[in-house]
């Protein structure tokens, strides 16, 4: 089964819902960074965040950039992705250990830190890209983006994300984000707080095999909820290539080729986002050479 991301309206469309199951993209990316439990569940929480507010941008080039830095060991967390919610990023530090919490769950809170911000990036066609920053609040990561929505995006939203780690890697993860549309009332938001109570983790729903329409019937405690969006499948797929590291080495300049050149007589680039690897010999660099000598001209 693959993973996937559906959008719901509830209520009689007066409640947006959109739920996802990231758990093989998040598994793809604890294999990628050889990331330790307590970072998975972190970092699995801010690729699945990603993921679902990715769905809300309208442009094939429209791009999504979500930074995380808090105040703990982690360090900075980074993912971006596109309006098919194809994600990628990368952690500062993948592989630290940390005690449970008192609950005996991941201390994800304690990795990230109490104390830092939330900085997302909307690059959506326009002259210059939304920006909004929102400070941490928990370091949860669903209560902090809650916090974000209401900041930066002045929306109520109910954020919640989970990650299940076992002994064999991911066993479930993905989120869900709740919003009232404008002709919401009273009534049908204490419902849905109510609902969200009664569900549970969303962790523990995936990892009972309920699909995204229990879920979401679940958390709104309405029956007859309506998809309005089934296609999305997200994935952690990075998207570079020898040319864009090729690009990259042609913004050293001249004078630093050369040094290379001198003394390695070979580069290596590594990608952030995925850790492959991309070798140049010396024939590479003196045709990169060539072509900065050229457009200097």
Not at 35 to 62: C, N, Q, W, Y
Not at 70 to 83: E, F, L, Q, R, S
Not at 231 to 248: G, N, R, V, Y
């Amino acid at each position: 089964m693959k993973d996937k991301i559906i959008k719901f309206l509830a209520h009689d469309g007066r409640i947006s819902v959109i739920c996802a199951d990231t758990t093989k993209m998040v598994e793809e990316a604890r294999k990628i960074h050889d990331m330790s439990p307590v970072v998975t569940a972190a970092f699995g929480r801010l690729l699945t965040i990603t993921s679902i507010m990715a769905t809300e941008m309208k442009g094939s080039k429209d791009k999504l950039t979500v930074q995380l830095k808090g105040d703990g060991p982690i360090g900075v967390m980074i993912a971006t992705a596109n309006n098919k919610s194809i994600v990628k990023g990368y952690v500062s530090n993948p592989i630290i250990e940390l005690p449970l919490n008192e609950d005996g769950k991941l201390d994800v809170s304690g990795a990230v830190g109490y104390h830092g911000y939330i900085n997302v990036v909307k690059d959506i066609g326009l002259k210059d890209p939304y920006i909004g920053i929102s400070p941490l609040v928990s370091g949860e990561i669903a209560e902090d983006f809650a916090n974000y929505f209401v900041n930066s995006e002045q929306r109520n939203s109910a954020v919640a994300l989970g990650v299940l780690v076992d002994k064999n890697g991911v066993r479930a993860s993905g989120g869900y984000l709740i919003n009232p549309m404008p002709d919401a009332t009273e009534e049908d938001i204490t419902k849905v707080e109510q609902s969200i109570f009664k569900a549970g983790a969303i962790s523990k729903m995936l990892d009972q095999n309920l699909t995204m329409e229990e879920i979401a019937k679940k958390i709104t405690g309405d029956e007859n909820v309506k998809i309005i969006e089934d296609s999305i499948l997200p994935e952690f797929k990075c998207d570079c290539s020898k040319q864009h590291m090729q690009d990259a080495l042609m913004t050293i300049g001249k004078e630093e080729l050369e040094d290379i050149m001198e003394k390695e007589g070979k580069a290596e680039l590594i990608c952030h986002f995925c850790n492959t690897k991309y070798q140049f010999d010396i024939k590479d660099l003196e045709n990169i050479l060539k072509n900065i000598e050229e457009s200097e001209k």
